[in-house]
């Protein structure tokens, strides 16, 4: 599975943003798809995930994004998006898109085998 993300860029404190994420290959495989960031000299972070299934997939939050973030996806399409709103200076970093199989990890790195490159997202005035 190659993951491509799109999307980031500089916004002022307050903004919005929205990350895309497309999928190809063995998509067949995965059950989960989700965000991730990474500030510098920090550990990578979950952000959001939505399971990937037709019926409509549960969605997962981190608890410094919830109410603020917003994460949807299109199967048919292989897409997947985050909408980020009141952005903050700390929500500054690299957003990763990342899929895989989940389970009882699917709010950690460990739940996801595939990663995208990497979008920078940078909230400054």
């Known amino acids: 599975v190659q993951l491509v993300e799109s999307g980031g860029g500089l916004v002022q404190p307050g903004g919005s943003l929205r990350l895309s994420c497309v999928a190809s290959?063995?998509?067949?495989?995965?059950?989960?798809m989700g965000w991730f960031r990474q500030a510098p000299g920090k550990e990578r972070e979950f952000v959001a995930a939505?399971?990937?299934?037709?019926?409509?997939?549960?969605?997962y939050y981190g608890d410094s994004v919830k109410g603020r973030f917003t994460i949807s996806n299109n199967m048919a399409e292989n897409a997947l998006w985050l909408q980020m709103n009141s952005l903050k200076p700390d929500d500054t970093a690299v957003y990763y898109c990342?899929?895989?199989?989940?389970?009882?990890?699917?709010?950690?790195?460990?739940?996801?085998?595939?990663w995208g490159q990497g979008t920078q997202v940078t909230v400054s005035s």
């Open positions: 990342a899929a895989g199989t989940g389970g009882d990890m699917v709010l950690s790195v460990l739940g996801y085998t595939y």
């Open positions: 290959g063995r998509t067949f495989s995965v059950a989960v």
């Open positions: 939505v399971t990937w299934t037709w019926s409509g997939g549960a969605t």
